[in-house]
């Protein structure tokens, strides 16, 4: 059925994934962690703008051609931040949303605990951004060897994202001291605030 002119502007989730050139479910998503406004009709379907479609576009061109202006930390470098998370959409909905904002960043990712203690070793980020449930090595055992080998990494700022609530975390042996939980769904504008400050941490004069 071809479209009025009257809704013409108004997409479902599978036209604005098509439009964006993603999944579904990565649309999906975007929706639930509000990157993406929308509304639902008397249905239950989401509808969602074509200017909000268009917007989000040009925001993520803008974010892949990269700032040169930005300012970096005082080695000449941005904040490196590690992404371990195993479902693919998720990943990209973190990273896509992290590209979009005015902060020096070189985000890395991986799927498992394993695989983030090989990146970490070779590329030393200053933020680790984990699950906890992972296939293999979870985040709770990645975290433990973290902490049980600090030498050489003690500014390494760990955050954990998980649907896990404390209790249940607390039952399956807790975190160290210093790990911050957030809760997915994840509120970006924290995770935002607290990437700012760790950039702020990095980009601060040394004190003599």
């Known amino acids: 059925m ?5 809704n013409a502007d ?4 599978r036209e604005a994934a098509e439009a964006l050139g993603v999944a579904l479910r990565t649309v999906q998503l975007w929706v639930e962690g509000g990157v993406l406004p929308a509304w639902k009709t008397a249905g239950g379907h989401r509808r ?3 200017s909000a479609v268009e917007k989000l576009i040009a925001e993520r061109s803008h974010a892949l051609a990269g700032r040169s202006n930005a300012a970096v930390g005082p080695d000449g470098r941005p904040l490196r931040i590690l992404v371990v998370e195993d479902d693919p959409d ?3 909905l973190i990273c896509m949303v992290m590209e979009g904002w005015d902060v020096p960043l070189r ?3 991986a799927t498992n605990g394993f695989e983030a203690l090989l990146r970490i070793g070779d590329e030393s980020p200053d933020l680790l951004l984990t699950d906890l449930n992972m296939p293999g090595m979870d985040g709770f ?17 760990i ?3 998980t649907v896990l609530s404390a209790v249940e975390i607390d039952q399956r042996g807790g975190l160290p001291d210093g790990v911050q939980v957030f809760t997915k769904p994840l509120n970006f504008d924290d995770l935002e605030a607290l ?7 990095l980009t601060a004069p040394a004190l003599l």
Do not use: D, F, N, P
């Open 48 to 50: 969602i703008s074509r």
């Open 90 to 92: 998720m990943l990209k």
């Open 195 to 201: 990437v700012r400050e760790q950039h702020a941490s």
């Open 107 to 109: 985000v890395s990712t």
């Open 10 to 13: 108004v997409l479902s989730t």
């Open 159 to 161: 955050v954990v994202v």
């Open 2 to 6: 071809r479209k009025s002119a009257a």
């Open 141 to 157: 055992r990645m975290i433990e060897a973290l902490k049980g080998h600090r030498r050489g990494r003690e500014a390494l700022r």
